[in-house]
């Protein structure tokens, strides 16, 4: 697996995710859409227009995947149960159709799971960042993760 285990993981390791990925309007819509989200900030031109963003917002909730995602094949492929929890879930700065994002993960706890000795607890904090350098999404995630297997 490409993943890492939960025993080559250390805290305060860091992630410069190499992959970026520009934004587009069908995202934002066909995300939007999929989700049943009806907010006409993200899909109604005329009324974006005529916000303080001048422009349709793209959904935050696909930022937040999008940043997660991209931290993946870095760290948790193949070797994560699941999720267990995301807190502290922040947008500083607004994303726009057209805006390039990158991410960053860094391990910030560590701890061995007290029911199932073949996995351990660890805490990813995420960062995302535009072209221009702005953090637009924050957050911090709990993450089931495998043990390496014993022979």
Avoid at 18 to 40: A, G, H, I, K
């Amino acid at each position: 697996m490409a993943g890492l285990y939960y025993e080559e993981f250390h805290v305060g390791q860091e992630f410069e995710h190499p992959w970026t990925r520009t934004v587009t309007e069908t995202d934002n819509v066909l995300f939007t859409s999929l989700t049943m989200n009806v907010q006409p900030l993200h899909l109604d031109v005329e009324f974006a227009s005529k916000t303080e963003f001048g422009k349709p917002l793209v959904n935050s909730i696909f930022t937040l995947g999008l940043m997660v995602g991209v931290s993946v094949n870095d760290t948790t492929i193949g070797t994560t149960v699941g999720n267990l929890g995301f807190t502290d879930v922040r947008f500083p700065k607004p994303v726009f159709a057209g805006d390039t994002l990158r991410s960053r993960t860094k391990v910030l706890a560590m701890r061995e799971s007290k029911s199932r000795p073949d996995v351990g607890i660890l805490e990813f904090e995420h960062t995302c960042w535009n072209q221009r350098q702005e953090m637009v999404a924050y957050c911090k995630r709990q993450a089931l993760m495998r043990k390496k297997p014993t022979a």
